[in-house]
């Protein structure tokens, strides 16, 4: 069974920097993009970033380019969302998800297994 456990979230400043984590278990790892989603008080979904199965790609919505990196270690079977400079508009509950198969997928449906989340807070 699909297990995504998040880890790495809290209270930071505007300026800020924060490193997520997500362990996964209970499929290939290696096999699977893997995608960071947030959602934030009354908001959708949105996906952050993405990865490829094998790392060669990734994708970032607009707003967070230049401040967050996506990267997974597939011998530990974990992915990771760095992110710098967080703004307060960056407050959300970040959640990593399985892809379908080995390319990115754009769309919250196609991920078809999710972690808990874990809470990002950025306030002076």
């Known amino acids: 069974q699909d297990r995504l456990v998040e880890s790495g979230g809290g209270l930071v400043q505007p300026g800020g920097s924060l490193r997520l984590s997500c362990a996964a278990s209970g499929f290939n790892f290696d096999l699977y993009s893997m995608g960071w989603f947030r959602r934030a008080p009354g908001k959708a979904s949105e996906l952050v970033a993405a990865i490829t199965s094998n790392a060669d790609n990734s994708y970032y919505t607009d707003s967070v380019k230049g401040r967050f990196t996506i990267a997974r270690d597939n011998d530990l079977n974990t992915l990771y969302l760095e992110m710098k400079d967080l703004k307060p508009e960056d407050r959300a509950l970040y959640s990593c998800?399985?892809?379908?198969?080995?390319?990115?997928?754009?769309?919250?449906?196609?991920?078809?297994?999710w972690g808990q989340g874990t809470q990002v807070t950025v306030t002076s």
């Open positions: 998800a399985k892809g379908q198969g080995q390319v990115c997928s754009l769309t919250p449906h196609s991920y078809p297994a």
